[in-house]
């Protein structure tokens, strides 16, 4: 397997200040784990361009843009209460947009069997007309509207398995059939949004899937949404490609979440979504980072990803058998599967 991680320096000055959970250790971390010789000669490292200002406009607001970057060269700024800036921010978000729009690219076209975007800041709370959440512009969703338009792709399926709802990407597509939202996420949280009747409007009635769950759970429990859910929805809906907001925190001792994933179930989840890739699209599937918290958890979870991409897993027979077969139930699985059913069947 030819996998793609996009890294670069200035994603470490994108800096919040203040002790910011969204802080550049988060990169850090995982760049010391890329820089030993025996790690990093597995993979390529493609330089990426900064995202345009037409690139940005795919999703993107001119008055949203020029508002970030006003931003840029000043030591501090706030653009909500959550969302703050630095002198390099609006250069990193840039190039973050950028990166994940040539590893969409480069997957689509066959240079890289798949991909991993290793980008600060992230992207899936900012709106088109807005920056929310730690987020600056929404780098996912910028990449699925470049698929659309300047790709030729028709169908694009994004997989969002954050702890927080990706407000910023449903709202992008809630329209569209030509993308299918799937989320996974805490509820009731921030945002707030990701209720289970958030299903999409018109044309996109029924391509938004919401899968709202309650604290505590674990990777038996995100095992069975993504084999039971997941699955038979990607395989009606035969996407060309599968573009995935990775977000760590809801690991078993994030700061910011109540959730239980450990290693094993972020080594499935990426498993998982490689699978359904290879049925449905030749394979085509990048990653972009969105949140993690907890610096050890979050390098752990990108790095068994890493080693998922390449072909091969950190995954016992034991562990591997059980997330496979699991029949765990919960009232949110059910519930999901229900309010999905309405377009979707399943087994």
Same mark, same amino acid.
């Given at each position: 397997m030819s996998t793609a991680i996009f890294r670069?320096?200035?994603? =470490? =000055?994108? +800096? /919040?200040? #203040? %002790?910011?959970?969204?802080? /550049? +250790?988060?990169?850090?971390?995982?760049?010391d784990q890329l820089d030993n010789p025996d790690i990093g000669k597995q993979f390529v490292f493609p330089a990426a361009k900064p995202a345009s200002v037409d690139i940005l406009r795919l999703n993107h607001s001119q008055a949203h843009i020029d508002r970030v970057a006003q931003t840029a060269g000043r030591t501090f700024d706030a653009l909500d209460q959550d969302t703050t800036t630095s002198a390099k921010s609006y250069e990193a978000a840039c190039l973050a947009a950028g990166a994940v729009v040539e590893g969409t690219r480069m997957v689509v076209t066959g240079e890289v069997d798949n991909c991993f975007a290793l980008v600060r800041p992230p992207g899936h709370h900012a709106e088109p007309?807005? !920056?929310?959440?730690?987020?600056? #512009?929404?780098?996912?969703?910028? !990449? !699925?509207?470049y698929a659309l338009e300047k790709l030729g792709l028709s169908r694009v399926l994004i997989v969002d398995w954050d702890l927080h709802h990706g407000n910023g990407t449903q709202r992008s597509f809630e329209d569209t059939d030509q993308v299918l939202y799937f989320s996974t996420h805490q509820f009731p949280y921030y945002p707030g949004t990701g209720a289970l009747a958030e299903t999409g409007r018109g044309r996109g009635e029924g391509y938004t899937v919401?899968?709202?769950?309650?604290?505590?759970?674990? +990777?038996?429990?995100?095992?069975?949404? #993504?084999?039971?859910?997941?699955?038979?929805?990607?395989?009606?809906?035969?996407p060309e490609l599968i573009l995935v907001s990775a977000g760590y925190d809801t690991a078993h001792n994030d700061p910011l979440g109540g959730m239980s994933l450990t290693s094993d179930g972020f080594a499935y989840l990426t498993k998982k $979504?490689? &699978?359904? !890739?290879? &049925? $449905?699209? %030749?394979?085509?599937?990048?990653?972009?980072? &969105?949140?993690?918290?907890?610096?050890?958890?979050?390098?752990?979870?990108?790095?068994?990803?890493?080693? &998922? =991409?390449?072909?091969?897993t950190t995954l016992s027979d034991a562990a591997m058998a059980k997330l496979s077969q699991t029949a765990i139930a919960f009232p949110a699985f059910e519930a999901a599967q229900a309010a999905a059913a309405g377009r979707w069947r399943f087994p």
């Open positions: 670069d320096e200035l994603f =470490l =000055l994108h +800096d /919040p200040g #203040f %002790d910011h959970v969204e802080r /550049p +250790d988060r990169l850090k971390v995982v760049y007309d807005r !920056a929310m959440g730690f987020c600056l #512009f929404n780098n996912v969703a910028i !990449a !699925a509207h919401n899968v709202p769950l309650t604290g505590g759970l674990g +990777d038996e429990h995100y095992a069975r949404i #993504f084999n039971d859910i997941l699955a038979p929805i990607t395989r009606q809906y035969k $979504v490689m &699978e359904l !890739a290879a &049925e $449905v699209c %030749d394979g085509r599937l990048l990653l972009t980072l &969105e949140g993690g918290y907890n610096l050890q958890s979050l390098a752990n979870g990108v790095l068994v990803g890493l080693v &998922e =991409l390449l072909g091969r």
